[in-house]
């Protein structure tokens, strides 16, 4: 396991392939169980269509995923030899603002994922606006479905003329993205360079989000943590969860929930489940404040240090 821990978007108009894109990764970085494509390979046998095991495994990613079955890519992660990726998927636009608002999903980078055969689609510009909005540094523009379109680079050379169009239009440092010729069906440029593009001369993808620069945590910000959730646990009472976004937070440290301003001094941290005596950004928590009851936050409270609340808008 590498040190490095990196939150990864991937973004893009809905049917340009992103579920796929996202099995492909898991698939060519081994992070996908064993048991699950063996199940996919019987079945594909079963069906005469022995070796079709990887595109069962794609088709079921979606499935699964509305069935909360095996592989559940809202939160799914895999290795490279520089990071430890989460992926923080974003299904639908709605869903997806709402989560990058609660901070459920703030993420460091984004695979924007364009489709060769399609381009840029209302739910493409959406996203790069999003991802420019709310901070995403770098962006890896995979040129998806290169399959369908026969590898044909004059195809590529369009579609990379217009994200870059959208991008200026939305003040993105066209400089920091990076444009990928990919077939996430076929694995073209993923993990491995590809014949079908001799054209291309660039990196793969993985070598890409290996390359990302390191999210330089903000530690020395005032603590801010979204709350995800509020649990109930036997023996311990209330337990907020949530990312630690900036700042620290330390056992034994006053804090503030806003807007329903309540607070309370921190009795137990916890990651992982086992204890910590402090937690810094992009950790995921649970944390044990003293006299606050399950009915006096809620999903979407911010809490920070008593002495530096997190400021509450009128409107």
Request: glycine content about 8%; charged content about 25%.
């Amino acid at each position: 396991m590498s040190e490095q821990h990196q939150n990864l978007a991937i973004i893009g108009h809905v049917d340009h392939g992103k579920s796929t894109l996202v099995g492909r990764l898991l698939y060519e970085t081994g992070s996908v169980p064993e048991h699950v494509i063996e199940q996919h390979r019987e079945e594909a046998e079963e069906k005469g269509k022995g070796g079709f095991e990887f595109a069962y495994v794609m088709d079921n990613l979606a499935e699964e995923r509305e069935r909360g079955v095996t592989i559940d890519i809202a939160h799914q992660e895999f290795s490279t030899d520089a990071y430890d990726f989460t992926i923080v998927d974003c299904p639908g636009h709605r869903d997806f603002v709402k989560n990058m608002i609660t901070g459920a999903s703030q993420a460091d980078n984004a695979v924007l994922v364009v489709a060769a055969d399609d381009g840029v689609a209302p739910q493409t510009q959406e996203h790069v606006f999003l991802a420019r909005t709310l901070g995403i540094d770098e962006l890896i523009i995979g040129v998806n479905k290169m399959d369908v379109v026969d590898y044909k680079e004059d195809t590529f050379d369009e579609v990379v003329d217009e994200v870059n169009q959208l991008l200026q239009q939305v003040q993105f440092q066209t400089d920091d993205a990076s444009f990928i010729p990919i077939s996430a069906f076929e694995g073209d440029n993923i993990a491995e360079a590809s014949d079908e593009t001799p054209w291309y001369d660039g990196r793969t993808l993985l070598e890409a989000l290996n390359d990302l620069p390191e999210p330089e945590p903000p530690t020395d910000a005032p603590l801010r943590l979204p709350i995800q959730d509020v649990y109930t646990i036997s023996g311990i009472g209330t337990v907020p969860v949530g990312r630690i976004e900036t700042g620290v937070m330390n056992i034994g440290d006053n804090v503030s929930f806003q807007p329903s301003d309540v607070g309370g001094e921190v009795k137990t941290i916890e990651m992982h489940h086992e204890e910590v005596p402090k937690a810094e950004p992009g950790d995921n928590v649970g944390f044990n404040v003293r006299g606050i009851g399950k009915d006096d936050i809620r999903r979407g409270d911010v809490c920070g240090p008593a002495d530096e609340p997190p400021s509450v808008a009128e409107t």
